[in-house]
Protein backbone atom coordinates (compact mmCIF):
# COMPACT_ATOMS: atom_id res chain seq x y z
CA UNK A 1 0.00 0.00 0.00
CA UNK A 2 0.96 3.29 -0.81
CA UNK A 3 0.50 5.91 2.01
CA UNK A 4 0.60 9.71 1.53
CA UNK A 5 0.50 12.56 4.42
CA UNK A 6 0.06 16.01 2.90
CA UNK A 7 1.13 19.02 4.64
CA UNK A 8 0.09 22.37 3.67
CA UNK A 9 3.58 24.46 5.31
CA UNK A 10 7.17 23.59 4.82
CA UNK A 11 8.68 22.03 8.09
CA UNK A 12 10.96 19.75 9.89
CA UNK A 13 10.11 16.32 9.24
CA UNK A 14 10.62 13.33 11.06
CA UNK A 15 9.73 10.10 9.33
CA UNK A 16 9.07 6.79 10.65
CA UNK A 17 8.05 3.15 9.81
CA UNK A 18 6.70 0.47 12.25
CA UNK A 19 5.91 -2.92 11.92
CA UNK A 20 1.75 -3.05 11.77
CA UNK A 21 1.03 -2.33 15.27
CA UNK A 22 -0.91 -0.33 17.63
CA UNK A 23 1.40 3.02 18.28
CA UNK A 24 0.24 3.57 21.87
CA UNK A 25 -0.85 0.23 23.79
CA UNK A 26 -4.34 1.14 25.29
CA UNK A 27 -3.58 1.41 29.41
CA UNK A 28 -6.15 0.33 31.77
CA UNK A 29 -5.36 1.23 35.64
CA UNK A 30 -2.92 -1.54 36.59
CA UNK A 31 -4.78 -3.50 40.15
CA UNK A 32 -1.23 -4.15 41.24
CA UNK A 33 0.36 -1.30 43.07
CA UNK A 34 3.92 -1.97 41.58
CA UNK A 35 2.38 -1.29 37.51
CA UNK A 36 0.79 1.54 35.74
CA UNK A 37 -1.12 -0.45 33.74
CA UNK A 38 -2.74 -3.54 32.82
CA UNK A 39 -4.44 -6.28 30.06
CA UNK A 40 -6.44 -8.99 30.31
CA UNK A 41 -5.40 -11.29 28.39
CA UNK A 42 -7.79 -14.03 29.13
CA UNK A 43 -9.69 -14.68 32.42
CA UNK A 44 -6.85 -16.34 34.14
CA UNK A 45 -4.14 -13.96 32.40
CA UNK A 46 -2.88 -10.16 32.78
CA UNK A 47 -0.18 -8.79 31.47
CA UNK A 48 1.24 -5.66 33.42
CA UNK A 49 4.06 -2.32 33.01
CA UNK A 50 5.74 0.33 34.08
CA UNK A 51 7.10 1.92 31.01
CA UNK A 52 10.14 4.53 31.50
CA UNK A 53 12.96 5.56 29.13
CA UNK A 54 15.80 3.67 30.73
CA UNK A 55 14.40 0.13 31.80
CA UNK A 56 10.74 -0.78 32.21
CA UNK A 57 9.05 -3.32 34.41
CA UNK A 58 6.68 -5.86 33.50
CA UNK A 59 4.97 -8.49 34.66
CA UNK A 60 1.98 -11.23 33.92
CA UNK A 61 -0.37 -13.04 36.23
CA UNK A 62 -1.63 -16.55 36.36
CA UNK A 63 -4.50 -17.55 38.32
CA UNK A 64 -3.85 -20.84 38.37
CA UNK A 65 -3.27 -23.95 40.84
CA UNK A 66 -0.42 -25.54 39.05
CA UNK A 67 3.20 -24.97 37.34
CA UNK A 68 2.74 -21.29 35.12
CA UNK A 69 5.82 -20.72 32.52
CA UNK A 70 6.46 -17.60 30.53
CA UNK A 71 8.46 -17.98 27.06
CA UNK A 72 10.34 -15.62 24.94
CA UNK A 73 10.24 -17.19 21.60
CA UNK A 74 12.71 -16.69 18.58
CA UNK A 75 9.65 -16.79 16.01
CA UNK A 76 6.31 -14.82 17.92
CA UNK A 77 3.60 -16.91 18.88
CA UNK A 78 5.98 -20.00 18.42
CA UNK A 79 7.40 -21.95 21.41
CA UNK A 80 10.57 -23.60 19.79
CA UNK A 81 12.66 -22.29 20.28
CA UNK A 82 12.49 -20.29 23.20
CA UNK A 83 13.81 -18.87 26.75
CA UNK A 84 11.66 -19.63 29.20
CA UNK A 85 10.52 -18.82 33.00
CA UNK A 86 8.68 -21.26 35.53
CA UNK A 87 7.29 -21.37 38.39
CA UNK A 88 6.50 -24.79 39.58
CA UNK A 89 6.72 -26.38 43.08
CA UNK A 90 7.20 -23.25 44.42
CA UNK A 91 9.61 -22.48 42.89
CA UNK A 92 10.90 -20.35 40.02
CA UNK A 93 13.54 -21.25 37.71
CA UNK A 94 14.91 -20.40 33.90
CA UNK A 95 14.71 -23.46 31.29
CA UNK A 96 15.40 -23.74 27.75
CA UNK A 97 12.79 -25.10 25.33
CA UNK A 98 14.44 -26.96 21.99
CA UNK A 99 11.61 -29.13 20.94
CA UNK A 100 8.00 -30.47 21.75
CA UNK A 101 9.23 -33.81 23.99
CA UNK A 102 10.55 -33.25 27.82
CA UNK A 103 13.69 -34.17 27.01
CA UNK A 104 13.78 -30.70 24.78
CA UNK A 105 13.17 -29.07 27.95
CA UNK A 106 16.36 -27.80 29.94
CA UNK A 107 17.06 -25.95 33.07
CA UNK A 108 19.73 -23.85 31.80
CA UNK A 109 20.70 -20.16 33.37
CA UNK A 110 19.91 -18.44 29.57
CA UNK A 111 20.22 -14.27 29.37
CA UNK A 112 18.84 -12.27 26.56
CA UNK A 113 20.54 -8.84 26.26
CA UNK A 114 17.01 -6.66 26.39
CA UNK A 115 16.04 -8.20 30.05
CA UNK A 116 18.04 -6.88 32.67
CA UNK A 117 16.34 -9.34 35.57
CA UNK A 118 13.36 -11.82 35.58
CA UNK A 119 11.80 -13.44 38.86
CA UNK A 120 8.56 -15.28 40.16
CA UNK A 121 6.51 -14.92 42.93
CA UNK A 122 3.08 -16.42 44.41
CA UNK A 123 0.46 -14.28 45.51
CA UNK A 124 -2.78 -15.11 47.38
CA UNK A 125 -4.67 -16.45 44.69
CA UNK A 126 -2.32 -16.42 41.50
CA UNK A 127 1.45 -16.58 40.76
CA UNK A 128 3.52 -13.77 39.04
CA UNK A 129 6.82 -13.57 36.68
CA UNK A 130 8.20 -10.03 36.66
CA UNK A 131 10.90 -8.91 34.23
CA UNK A 132 12.67 -5.63 33.72
CA UNK A 133 14.31 -4.45 30.48
CA UNK A 134 13.46 -2.45 27.67
CA UNK A 135 12.38 -3.07 24.17
CA UNK A 136 9.47 -5.36 22.67
CA UNK A 137 9.02 -8.45 24.11
CA UNK A 138 6.84 -11.41 21.85
CA UNK A 139 5.67 -14.07 24.62
CA UNK A 140 4.18 -17.06 25.09
CA UNK A 141 2.22 -18.59 28.49
CA UNK A 142 1.87 -22.29 29.33
CA UNK A 143 0.22 -23.81 32.62
CA UNK A 144 -1.79 -26.26 33.66
CA UNK A 145 -4.58 -25.56 36.37
CA UNK A 146 -3.67 -28.36 38.61
CA UNK A 147 -0.46 -29.96 38.59
CA UNK A 148 2.39 -28.14 40.23
CA UNK A 149 5.25 -30.21 38.95
CA UNK A 150 6.83 -28.90 35.92
CA UNK A 151 6.71 -33.07 34.20
CA UNK A 152 3.16 -32.43 32.58
CA UNK A 153 1.17 -31.21 29.48
CA UNK A 154 -0.16 -27.91 30.20
CA UNK A 155 -3.95 -27.39 30.34
CA UNK A 156 -3.91 -23.70 28.60
CA UNK A 157 -1.37 -21.79 26.53
CA UNK A 158 -1.17 -19.09 23.77
CA UNK A 159 0.40 -15.75 23.25
CA UNK A 160 0.64 -12.01 23.39
CA UNK A 161 2.92 -9.28 23.61
CA UNK A 162 4.24 -6.36 25.46
CA UNK A 163 7.05 -3.45 25.49
CA UNK A 164 8.15 -0.64 22.91
CA UNK A 165 7.45 -0.84 19.20
CA UNK A 166 10.94 -0.68 17.63
CA UNK A 167 11.01 1.25 14.38
CA UNK A 168 12.37 -1.11 11.45
CA UNK A 169 13.01 2.09 9.41
CA UNK A 170 13.77 5.66 10.67
CA UNK A 171 15.16 8.78 9.85
CA UNK A 172 14.58 12.76 9.38
CA UNK A 173 15.03 15.35 6.73
CA UNK A 174 14.87 19.21 6.29
CA UNK A 175 12.72 21.06 3.73
CA UNK A 176 13.32 24.51 3.72
CA UNK A 177 11.85 27.17 1.33
CA UNK A 178 14.82 29.57 1.17
CA UNK A 179 16.02 29.28 -1.77
CA UNK A 180 12.41 27.68 -3.00
CA UNK A 181 13.11 25.04 -5.54
CA UNK A 182 10.01 25.02 -7.56
CA UNK A 183 11.13 23.26 -11.00
CA UNK A 184 13.20 20.52 -12.42
CA UNK A 185 15.85 22.86 -13.43
CA UNK A 186 16.49 23.87 -9.75
CA UNK A 187 17.70 20.32 -8.67
CA UNK A 188 14.47 18.85 -8.56
CA UNK A 189 13.43 15.88 -9.47
CA UNK A 190 10.12 15.24 -11.05
CA UNK A 191 7.36 14.12 -8.65
CA UNK A 192 5.19 10.94 -9.29
CA UNK A 193 2.53 12.61 -7.91
CA UNK A 194 0.71 15.22 -10.30
CA UNK A 195 -0.26 17.49 -7.50
CA UNK A 196 3.74 18.06 -7.22
CA UNK A 197 6.20 19.25 -8.65
CA UNK A 198 9.90 18.04 -7.30
CA UNK A 199 10.53 15.01 -5.27
CA UNK A 200 13.37 13.12 -3.07
CA UNK A 201 13.60 9.52 -2.63
CA UNK A 202 14.74 9.17 0.99
CA UNK A 203 14.97 5.76 1.22
CA UNK A 204 13.88 2.27 -0.90
CA UNK A 205 10.48 3.00 0.68
CA UNK A 206 9.86 6.58 0.94
CA UNK A 207 10.35 9.67 -0.75
CA UNK A 208 9.02 13.44 -0.02
CA UNK A 209 7.12 15.56 -2.45
CA UNK A 210 6.53 19.00 -2.96
CA UNK A 211 5.35 21.90 -4.25
CA UNK A 212 4.90 25.70 -3.27
CA UNK A 213 1.83 26.12 -3.78
CA UNK A 214 0.33 22.69 -2.95
CA UNK A 215 2.59 21.63 -0.08
CA UNK A 216 4.38 18.77 1.35
CA UNK A 217 3.45 15.04 1.15
CA UNK A 218 5.18 12.28 2.38
CA UNK A 219 5.10 9.08 0.50
CA UNK A 220 5.54 5.33 2.23
CA UNK A 221 5.57 2.50 -0.03
CA UNK A 222 4.35 -0.36 3.56
CA UNK A 223 1.95 -2.22 4.37
CA UNK A 224 2.81 -1.27 8.19
CA UNK A 225 1.60 1.77 10.09
CA UNK A 226 3.29 4.75 9.21
CA UNK A 227 4.18 8.13 11.05
CA UNK A 228 5.30 11.59 9.92
CA UNK A 229 6.17 13.70 13.02
CA UNK A 230 7.40 17.14 13.75
CA UNK A 231 9.43 17.31 16.61
CA UNK A 232 10.66 20.24 19.08
CA UNK A 233 14.29 19.46 18.29
CA UNK A 234 15.22 18.50 14.77
CA UNK A 235 15.97 14.47 14.05
CA UNK A 236 14.76 13.62 17.62
CA UNK A 237 11.43 11.31 17.77
CA UNK A 238 9.67 13.54 20.89
CA UNK A 239 7.90 15.45 22.53
CA UNK A 240 6.37 16.97 19.33
CA UNK A 241 3.58 16.18 17.45
CA UNK A 242 2.68 13.37 14.55
CA UNK A 243 0.34 11.95 12.14
CA UNK A 244 -0.30 8.67 11.75
CA UNK A 245 -2.39 6.21 9.95
CA UNK A 246 -3.19 2.87 11.12
CA UNK A 247 -4.93 0.31 9.86
CA UNK A 248 -6.79 3.28 6.88
CA UNK A 249 -7.11 5.59 10.25
CA UNK A 250 -5.73 9.23 9.96
CA UNK A 251 -4.73 10.16 13.94
CA UNK A 252 -3.27 13.56 15.20
CA UNK A 253 -0.76 12.30 18.48
CA UNK A 254 1.01 14.16 21.01
CA UNK A 255 4.63 12.16 21.39
CA UNK A 256 6.33 12.69 24.75
CA UNK A 257 10.23 12.56 25.46
CA UNK A 258 10.09 9.05 26.33
CA UNK A 259 11.13 6.53 23.85
CA UNK A 260 7.75 4.38 25.16
CA UNK A 261 4.12 3.25 23.96
CA UNK A 262 2.89 5.38 26.75
CA UNK A 263 4.58 8.49 25.55
CA UNK A 264 2.51 8.65 22.21
CA UNK A 265 -1.23 9.90 22.80
CA UNK A 266 -4.22 10.71 20.66
CA UNK A 267 -3.96 15.32 20.83
CA UNK A 268 -7.10 16.54 21.34
CA UNK A 269 -8.33 19.51 19.67
Known sequence: FLYFIAMNTLHTLLLCIFPLATPAQACTPSDL????????ISSTVTKYW???SSSSTYAVRFTARGWVSLGFPRHPGSMVPSNAFVIA???GAKYVISGKSKSSITASPWSDPRITGISGSILQNSKLIEWT?????????????????????HTTHGSSSIGTATPSVKGSVVLSADPPVSSPEEDCEPSTFPEYTCMKNITTIISVHWDLSTGVAV??????WVGVGFPNTVGKMGPGHAVLVVKGVVGRYKVGSE????AVRPAVG
Open 50 to 52: TVS
Open 33 to 40: PSYTCMQV
Open 89 to 91: DGV
Open 133 to 153: GTGHFDFIYAYHHRVTTFTSQ
Open 219 to 224: AFNTSG
Open 259 to 262: RTMA
